[in-house]
């Protein structure tokens, strides 16, 4: 009977783009050794032997960098008699945004990084209310965009907007923009202690009069005739 080369595998790989995926292939042969010199029918797979004869290992490799989206097929041929059939699968690039959500307390800016899982995506950036700008409506991955807020005029609450981002074949992303406008401080307050005061006679007690928000000036009258108040520092 004639010697013969065998090989074990998982043929199919699942290319996240522009990473190289690897697999390993066991090799033998019935009988003597024999020669092992991979050669690959793809420029995106190749395949390296761990020794030139039989038993050996292939590190089998995929590499989906500049492959567009879509299902791939190749073959490794060993010494001529035994083909390995090996089945890319490329998905779609996706857009990658550095945050889902912005929140401001007031005017300002922040810097979104936009990216791709895959090759570089050509995407466009729409906000969706007049108080957020982009300081760039379109770009390439990978690269970034300001988001800026201009919170001038705005009664006290709470604003919501989008920023999304669209890129052909891609999943349409979105980025949450909060805005907050918190009311104005209120003004000083008078505070008195104690609150209230009991005579049993004639007599003088002291009220401590303070106020928040910085200092106050105020006045002390009395609603009855034989109650009097004086204020002192």
């Known amino acids: 009977h004639p010697h013969r080369i065998s090989a074990s595998i998982s ?11 690897s697999q390993p292939v066991s090799v033998t042969s019935t009988g003597a050794a024999l020669p092992v010199t991979p050669v690959s029918s793809a420029a995106w797979l190749t395949a390296v032997a761990s020794a030139g004869t039989t038993p050996a290992t292939l590190n089998v490799s995929a590499n989906p ?9 190749g073959t490794i041929t060993l010494s001529g008699t035994l083909s390995i059939s090996v089945t890319l699968n490329v998905p779609v690039p996706q857009l990658v945004i550095s945050a889902a959500n912005l929140s401001f307390d ?5 810097t979104l990084t936009v990216g791709s899982t895959g090759n570089p995506l050509t995407y466009s950036a729409v906000s969706s209310a007049p108080w957020l700008s982009l300081s760039s409506p379109s770009g ?3 690269s970034s965009l300001v988001a800026s807020v201009a919170a001038g005029g705005f009664a006290p609450g709470t604003y919501s907007a989008l920023i999304t981002f669209t890129a052909p074949g891609a999943t349409t992303q979105t980025v949450a923009v909060t805005l907050n406008i918190a009311a104005p401080p ?3 307050q008078l505070t008195f202690s ?7 006679g004639a007599g003088t007690q002291s009220i401590a009069v303070a106020s928040t928000g910085g200092v106050l000036g105020f006045v002390a ?8 108040a004086t204020a002192f520092s």
């Open 11 to 21: 043929s199919a790989f699942t290319g996240t783009p522009r990473v190289i995926s």
């Open 65 to 73: 960098a500049g492959l567009s989206p879509g299902t791939y097929t």
């Open 106 to 110: 007031g005017s300002g800016g922040r």
């Open 140 to 142: 390439t991955t990978p």
């Open 186 to 188: 209120v003004a000083g």
């Open 194 to 200: 104690p609150g209230a005061l009991t005579f049993n």
């Open 221 to 228: 009258t009395a609603n009855v005739p034989w109650l009097t």
